[in-house]
């Protein structure tokens, strides 16, 4: 046979095997955004206390941070039932979920993953905001809950992710 034949048989089959370990990783790869700066405002009413009860409003914001990198996620809250008294709890998920519609679900969209849903021991007040930093040496996800105020007035939210230099 002759070499140069050989040759580019042998080019093909590399090219070919490349082309398809490249798109198996595509196909493959979970479909997690945003990797990127979030900047949203979310508003809603509730009339309810629990958490648990299932028609109650709740906002989620999920991201993926990249390995060795760290963004801070802050929710600013600029109108809350009860003025400077009013305030929610906020969790977090370790994991990517986002079975809602523009930031809002209701409590009963996460009962399939509530016992793996924990407290952050913050909360979210009128000016008081919710700040923290994310990132590890590993590609990560997360996905922040935290219901909506009760009071049966709009609260007001403005969410953002941004990477820290």
């Known amino acids: 046979m002759n070499k140069k034949i050989l040759g580019l048989i042998v080019a093909v089959i590399v090219v070919c095997t490349l082309a398809a370990a490249f798109l198996a990783e595509s196909a493959f790869a979970p479909s997690q955004q ?19 009860n299932s028609s109650v409003p709740t906002i989620y914001v999920p991201f993926t941070v990249a390995a060795n ?17 009013g305030w929610t709890d906020v969790y977090i998920y ?8 523009n930031h809002t679900c209701t409590s009963i ?15 979210i007040r ?5 700040t923290e930093t994310y990132g590890s040496s590993t590609q990560r996800s997360y996905t922040i809950f935290f219901v909506v105020p009760p009071g ?11 990477q820290m230099e």
């Open 109 to 123: 969209d996460l009962y399939p993953i509530l016992n793996d849903i924990q407290s952050t021991d913050h909360q």
């Open 69 to 85: 990198e760290h963004w801070q996620l802050i929710i600013n809250c600029s109108k809350m039932p009860g003025g400077n008294n």
């Open 34 to 52: 945003p990797t990127g700066t979030l900047d949203f405002t979310v508003s809603g009413t509730s009339d309810c206390l629990r958490f648990l």
């Open 126 to 130: 009128l000016n008081k905001p919710f």
């Open 94 to 101: 370790d994991g990517f979920w986002n079975g809602g519609s």
């Open 152 to 162: 049966g007035q709009q609260a007001t939210f403005h969410i953002t992710l941004k």
